[in-house]
């Protein structure tokens, strides 16, 4: 791109499915632009089945999982203590690209700021400026990273950018994305979101033949193959890298003149599509972005499409053949801004349903409603509506706690909860609470919850969860424990009630999720759930989230365990041996 200042072509403002075309080395495919219809969704809300009688307040003195993660995080120095009492699964991360728009860099600033809860320990802008790939990435959250001063480097307008999650680490900055590399042909940049399940064999067959990584995330092996592809143009090399991926991906590209988006042929992980007025395109992870800087929303990128844009407009092809989507039903329960359209539906109408299900199929006496803010709000006011019980705000959540603390010498039990929740008692105190939280991970904060009420004054707490029992962890992009951390998969409901010491408990039944979704319902990944994985680890260890914060040069690359999960063993040696030398 010679110059910033051009605009792109006017660009139809819809694109139908793009058709599956057979991608080979020897045939490369031809693509023009398509045009693709925005997709309708609606939401339909049934009941669930799902009861459980109330018991007595009990609590277990020890925990039953403890041996399998510790209670307290201590410092070497024993004065700070880093505290996570969230115990809830972490996206990996969050992207954004926009092309044609002068100020590009700064409304990718503005759409990561939209989609901060998708990852609060990284940020970067990739943006391209006479034919340069200029890049700023940083530790914290957008505001801490970006200032006016950075913003003024980076002109132009076409650019990429990445929120991520990860653990904490002193070699962290080297994985946040996005990564820029050059190669033969120029030089390119990208965010990804999701996780490759084949990581590791990439990785060992490209450094057999060479490759060198800085990095230990998965992202930096799409670059690699990228680099080596035999293909001239760079959407075929994009295409040819992407044919040896397993897994979750949501990808953005920026190259000198073109902005790349694609999405894996399973579809795990959302993207989608808008346009400002001026005739910018933008693609982000979640609408939330597209709102607030004034993107109309256009439709999702679908699963296994790769869309280009560049001077030309806007085009689309199919990667691959791909089988019937599976996409993360806890974007819907847990991820998204409720304000947010993910995979066709409202996230607010789904989760405002599954509390309306809740109280069909698990009804309770009680006084008050309330809920774990502040993911459980919507879901909780979908069931204080549905039965006829007022919704109030019994905890009320800090949003200005970061993750370190400084103790005091004599200790505060559950210190972390309470400097991040706090009851209020006028709302509490004598009353039949049901509280409503969108997941019960290793139980560990329930049990904190639970008890805060109850030192606050409330006469029972009957806890109902707008998720099923989470049984298996995810390898697709969510930072999960392994599955002998999950409460669910160690205990049944009457056993997690009896160790967090809720009078009742009741989860949202598997079965009436998938009726609510409708013909939806196939095209969800329910993995971690089910334990059934529509893409089934080949290897032995499988990281639980793309960017670990090892960078792969302190240790030999089996001695990074921090950050793996065993892989479900359902995969078969036939499988291993399928896979051998199909790699490059």
């Known amino acids: 791109m010679a110059s910033t200042t051009t605009k792109p072509s006017p660009l139809s403002s819809s694109v139908s499915k793009p058709t599956p075309l057979p991608l080979t080395h020897k045939t490369p495919p031809s693509f023009s632009p398509k045009t693709l219809p925005k997709p309708s969704f609606s939401l339909k809300t049934s009941s669930l089945s799902h009861t459980h009688k109330a018991s007595s307040f009990t609590l277990r003195s020890k925990n039953p999982i403890s041996e399998f993660f510790p209670a307290n995080k201590q410092n070497p120095d024993g004065d700070f203590i880093d505290y996570d009492d969230d115990d809830k699964p972490r996206?990996?991360?969050?992207?954004?690209?926009?092309?044609?728009?002068?100020?590009?860099?700064?409304?990718?600033?503005?759409?990561?700021?939209?989609?901060?809860?998708?990852?609060?320990?990284?940020?970067?802008?990739?943006c391209v400026q006479h034919d340069v790939l200029q890049s700023i990435t940083g530790v914290g959250l957008v505001s801490e990273v970006f200032n006016q001063t950075k913003l003024d480097q980076l002109p132009g307008d076409l650019a990429i950018g990445h929120v991520r999650y990860s653990t904490a680490g002193a070699s962290m900055l080297k994985?946040?994305?996005?990564?820029?590399?050059?190669?033969?042909?120029?030089?390119?940049?990208?965010?990804?979101?999701?996780n490759l399940v084949n990581y590791s064999a990439l990785r060992a067959k490209l450094e057999d033949t060479g490759s060198i990584f800085n990095t230990s995330s998965d992202t930096e092996v799409v670059?690699?193959?990228?680099?080596?592809?035999?293909?001239?143009?760079?959407?075929?090399?994009?295409?040819?890298?992407?044919?040896?991926?397993?897994?979750?991906?949501?990808?953005?590209?920026?190259?000198?003149?073109?902005?790349?988006?694609?999405?894996?042929?399973?579809?795990?992980?959302?993207?989608?599509?808008?346009?400002?007025?001026?005739?910018?395109?933008?693609?982000?992870?979640?609408?939330?972005?597209?709102?607030l800087i004034e993107a109309t929303y256009e439709r999702e990128v679908f699963p296994g499409e790769v869309v280009v844009v560049d001077k030309e407009g806007v085009q689309s092809l199919c990667l691959m053949s791909h089988p019937q989507p599976k996409q993360c039903i806890f974007e819907h329960i847990y991820f998204a801004l409720p304000n947010s359209v993910v995979f066709?539906?409202?996230?607010?109408?789904?989760?405002?349903a599954f509390g309306e299900i809740l109280a069909t199929e698990a009804p309770v006496d009680c006084d008050v409603v309330i809920?774990?803010?502040?993911?459980?709000?919507?879901?909780?006011?979908?069931?204080?509506?549905?039965?006829?019980?007022?919704?109030?705000?019994?905890?009320?959540?800090?949003?200005?706690?970061?993750?370190?603390?400084?103790?005091?010498?004599?200790?505060?039990?559950?210190?972390?909860?309470?400097?991040?929740?706090?009851?209020?008692?006028?709302?509490?105190?004598?009353?039949?609470?049901?509280?409503?939280?969108?997941?019960?991970?290793?139980?560990?904060?329930?049990?904190?919850?639970?008890?805060?009420?109850?030192?606050?004054?409330?006469?029972?707490?009957?806890?109902?969860?707008?998720?099923?029992?989470?049984?298996?962890?995810?390898?697709?992009?969510?930072?999960?424990?392994?599955?002998?951390?999950?409460?669910?998969?160690?205990?049944?409901?009457?056993?997690?009630?009896?160790?967090?010491?809720?009078?009742?408990?009741?989860?949202?039944?598997?079965?009436?999720?998938?009726?609510?979704?409708?013909?939806?319902?196939?095209?969800?990944?329910?993995?971690?759930?089910?334990?059934?994985?529509?893409?089934?680890?080949?290897?032995?260890?499988?990281?639980?989230?793309?960017?670990?914060?090892?960078?792969?040069?302190n240790g030999s690359f089996e001695s990074i365990g921090g950050g793996w999960v065993q892989a479900n063993q359902t995969q078969k040696e036939e499988k291993d041996k399928e896979f051998e030398g199909s790699v490059l």
């Open 91 to 126: 996206e990996e991360c969050g992207v954004v690209g926009i092309y044609g728009d002068p100020e590009a860099s700064r409304l990718c600033y503005l759409a990561l700021h939209a989609l901060q809860h998708r990852g609060q320990e990284g940020a970067g802008i990739v």
């Open 175 to 194: 994985n946040v994305q996005p990564f820029v590399a050059g190669y033969r042909f120029g030089s390119v940049g990208v965010a990804h979101n999701g």
């Open 223 to 291: 670059l690699h193959l990228i680099a080596i592809s035999k293909h001239r143009p760079f959407l075929l090399r994009i295409v040819d890298a992407c044919e040896q991926l397993e897994g979750a991906y949501s990808m953005v590209f920026v190259t000198k003149d073109k902005l790349v988006a694609v999405r894996d042929p399973h579809g795990f992980r959302p993207l989608v599509m808008g346009r400002r007025s001026n005739g910018s395109v933008v693609f982000a992870s979640e609408t939330c972005a597209l709102d």
């Open 344 to 352: 066709g539906r409202s996230v607010y109408e789904s989760r405002r």
């Open 371 to 553: 809920a774990v803010p502040d993911s459980g709000v919507v879901a909780a006011l979908g069931y204080a509506a549905k039965a006829g019980v007022a919704f109030q705000q019994g905890l009320i959540r800090s949003h200005y706690v970061g993750r370190t603390f400084i103790e005091p010498s004599q200790k505060i039990r559950d210190f972390g909860v309470k400097l991040k929740l706090s009851p209020v008692r006028a709302v509490l105190e004598g009353k039949r609470v049901v509280v409503v939280d969108d997941s019960i991970v290793r139980g560990t904060t329930s049990s904190k919850i639970v008890r805060l009420l109850k030192e606050a004054g409330a006469k029972e707490v009957h806890m109902r969860i707008a998720s099923p029992p989470i049984i298996g962890s995810c390898y697709y992009g969510v930072d999960t424990p392994s599955s002998e951390e999950l409460i669910s998969n160690r205990m049944s409901v009457e056993e997690i009630r009896e160790f967090i010491g809720s009078d009742s408990l009741a989860f949202l039944p598997i079965a009436k999720l998938e009726k609510m979704l409708g013909n939806q319902s196939p095209t969800f990944c329910y993995a971690c759930f089910s334990g059934k994985y529509p893409v089934e680890p080949r290897e032995v260890k499988v990281k639980k989230v793309g960017d670990f914060v090892d960078d792969g040069l």
